[in-house]
């Protein structure tokens, strides 16, 4: 019986990669012009850490978690997202006391215990960007012109959606209001919308249902409720996106998974994916970093899905290659081997790529094989002597001494 790699799980090959270190390369760059600096964080957290940030009710607590008994010690959980853990490292090492806002980025696993399918994974990697510590509004626009930017270099397609889903002001009043519609529907909700009412009634818009979706098109939105506040907030993260040349579409039903978010709530969607659309979400989160135990602290951020942003490229026919090397060493059955990997090694420290033949392939094999790389120099050694091959240029032999400094 041969072993495969477990349901959810994949495996992402040399020839996939090109595609993944596009699109994490464009990250990096990007992060780094907006002045996101990198964190790392570790593959599992207290149980207890996503427990109180993600809201009893959300999927990712209520069936998704990663669960498991330390040695019986204490319960772990492998990290379904990235947010908290972040929030998490801010609090425990006090980056309130360095300049706010503190501005990370992540790229790591997330592990979530979901039924898979197309963009749907049991493992997935994930894009993390948070500035934590501002309530600035020009903070939000930054945020989301960043992952605009990013998807815009990527070629890809994608509509952003914004909406504002209030704070501690407001919503409580707006959610009675939401609530009594929901009475007065109780009948024609599904049981998920009535298991969200339990803890957190905004999250019923959150669903994947057709008819439930189309039913709360007559319910009653946040935005209508907003506060002066709330209200002056979103209208200036609209003013800088729009000065940011960043396109939205209002989406006054748009809300988020999690019970930490507030305030600004956004999400890109890209055509093709099927009912997976979402590449990237995210918003405000005020009160995550005081719920598990640092001071009031306010904070937006965004998480981005890499293997849903690597299959909407391929979607649209994207094709990406490894780079070409830059020299191919032939070798004839007689050519001084030790010298090749010699050479070959003085030029890697030099930083060029080269390759050579390791399974005996014929003199028309290697070439072949040396086409196939995209080498842009091909060598042919042979016993005392080697021939350079550019392409447009005639051949030419000479000695090792002389290949030494032709290649330097
Ligand atoms: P969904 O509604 O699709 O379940 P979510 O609300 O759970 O998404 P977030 O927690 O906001 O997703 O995660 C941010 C992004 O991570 C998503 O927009 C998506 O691109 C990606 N993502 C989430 N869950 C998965 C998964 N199981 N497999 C692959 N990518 C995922
Ligand atoms: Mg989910």
Redesign the pocket.
């Known amino acids: 019986m041969s072993i495969e790699a477990p349901k959810g799980t994949h495996d992402v090959l040399p020839r996939e990669w090109p595609a993944w270190q596009r699109v994490l390369d464009e990250a990096e760059r990007l992060c780094a012009a907006y002045g996101y600096r990198r964190i790392v964080t570790p593959t599992f957290e207290e149980t207890e850490l996503f427990a109180r940030s993600s809201g009893e009710a959300s999927?990712i607590v209520s069936k998704e978690m990663y669960s498991f008994e330390d040695r019986g010690e204490r319960s772990l959980t492998l990290r379904p997202?990235g947010t908290a853990q972040v929030c998490r490292a801010y609090a425990e090492h006090g980056l309130q006391r360095e300049p706010q806002p503190v501005k990370t980025w992540l790229v790591a696993p997330m592990f979530?215990y979901?039924k898979p399918q197309k963009?749907?994974?049991r493992e997935?990697w994930?894009l993390n960007v948070e500035a934590i510590g501002c309530e600035d509004p020009a903070v939000d626009a930054e945020l989301i012109a960043l992952q605009d930017a990013w998807l815009k270099a990527l070629g890809l397609e994608t509509t952003l959606l914004l909406n504002s889903i209030g704070d501690r002001a407001c919503r409580p009043a707006y959610l009675e209001r939401l609530e009594a519609w929901l009475d007065e529907h109780s009948s024609e909700l599904d049981a998920e919308a009535r298991h969200k009412r339990e803890t957190s009634s905004l999250r019923v818009f959150d669903t994947k249902n057709p008819e439930l979706a189309a039913l709360l098109e007559g319910a009653p939105t946040i935005g209508d409720a907003l506060c002066a506040e709330c209200r002056e907030h979103f209208e200036a993260v609209k003013r800088y996106l729009d000065a940011c040349g960043v396109a939205y579409e209002l989406a006054p039903r748009l809300v988020?998974?999690l019970d930490y978010y507030t305030r600004t709530t956004f999400e890109f969607v890209a055509p093709g994916l099927g009912a997976?659309d979402?590449?990237?979400?995210g918003g405000r989160y005020d009160y995550l970093v005081e719920t598990i135990g640092g001071p009031p602290t306010p904070a937006v951020g965004f998480?981005?899905?890499i293997?849903?942003i690597v299959l909407s490229l391929e979607e649209q026919g994207e094709h990406f290659e490894h780079p070409a090397i830059d020299v191919f060493f032939v070798c004839e059955p007689d050519a001084p081997r030790e010298r090749v990997l010699a050479l070959m090694t003085a030029l890697r420290a030099q930083g060029r790529s080269c390759e050579t033949d390791f399974a005996g392939r014929s003199l028309k094999g290697q070439l072949t094989q040396a086409q196939r790389l995209g080498a842009n120099l091909i060598v042919i050694a042979a016993a005392g002597q080697a021939t350079l091959r550019r392409s447009g240029k005639p051949d030419e032999t000479m000695s090792y001494e002389m290949l030494e400094e032709e290649l330097a």
Not at 278 to 281: D, E, K, Q, W, Y
């Open positions: 999927d997202e979530r979901a963009g749907r994974y997935f994930q988020r998974g997976q979402t590449v990237s979400a998480a981005s899905g293997e849903r």
